[in-house]
């Protein structure tokens, strides 16, 4: 099975700084990869996915950005913060079928406060 | 992707049944039902999955109806540990299809 990594697991930074959450992934070659984001108390709301290297797609327009430099590794980004991107931030990796099963391997969080 | 309705939340006593329902009317043929489940604070669970036929595994059963427009999760023997917000996912399986997770269902095992 796969294994996501994310870091940091914990961020707390100021209006109008930038953002960089970072996510790898093991045990897999060409995975698709997800950026979700939860805000306190709500359900997970999709950013981005990618489905190999350069490849972003965006599921709301927004001040983040995502990259995929390399085939494992997978990049959230922002120039400014606002207080509005305060969540839980979820890297999940999967395989299309019949690769696998279909299921999404999610990373442990990384909990940002926008102060 | 169609779309999938589950109640916000249930108990359900330790020890028992719980059986969590999801429906999801606008299934198309080709698209497979998911189940995951979040404790707090963690990243979300796969659970089980299935496309027509009902599903059982070491955590949970899944029984899909024949029109395929529901499906009930249903963890055997609940236990304190099972309280979390379970998701009802059907996805296609088209390659770089995306996963979107509704509300789920929040479900508290009671002692």
């Known amino acids: 099975s796969q294994t996501i990594h994310q870091w940091p697991a914990t961020l707390v930074q100021p209006v109008g700084s930038p953002l960089s959450l970072e996510c790898t992934v093991e045990?897999?070659?060409?995975?698709?990869l997800y950026w979700y984001r939860q805000a306190a108390g709500r359900g997970l709301q999709l950013l981005f996915y990618?489905?190999?290297?350069?490849?972003i797609s965006s599921e709301v327009p927004q001040n983040l950005s995502a990259s995929r430099p390399q085939d494992r590794q997978f990049i959230l980004s922002s120039k400014k913060l606002l207080l509005s991107d305060s969540g839980f931030y979820l890297c999940?990796?999967?395989?299309?079928?019949?690769?696998?099963?279909?299921?999404?391997?999610f990373g442990e969080g990384s909990r940002l406060t926008v102060l | 992707d169609a779309k999938t309705t589950q109640p916000p939340s249930m108990d359900c006593a330790e020890g028992r049944a719980a059986n969590l329902p999801c429906n999801h009317s606008?299934?198309?043929?080709?698209?497979?039902v998911y189940w995951y489940r979040q404790i707090h604070s963690q990243g979300p669970q796969y659970i089980i999955h299935?496309?027509?036929n009902n599903e059982t595994n070491e955590m949970a059963s899944l029984i899909i109806t024949e029109d395929r427009k529901s499906s009930t999760l249903i963890l055997p023997h609940a236990t304190l540990r099972d309280t979390a917000v379970y998701y009802c996912?059907?996805?296609?399986?088209?390659?770089?299809?995306?996963?979107?997770f509704g509300p789920g269902t929040r479900l508290s095992v009671l002692p």
């Open positions: 606008t299934i198309s043929g080709n698209e497979y």
């Open positions: 045990g897999t070659s060409n995975p698709n």
């Open positions: 299935g496309l027509k």
């Open positions: 996912i059907v996805r296609v399986d088209n390659y770089g299809q995306n996963f979107v």
């Open positions: 990618s489905v190999g290297i350069g490849q």
């Open positions: 999940a990796s999967g395989l299309d079928i019949p690769r696998s099963t279909g299921e999404l391997f």
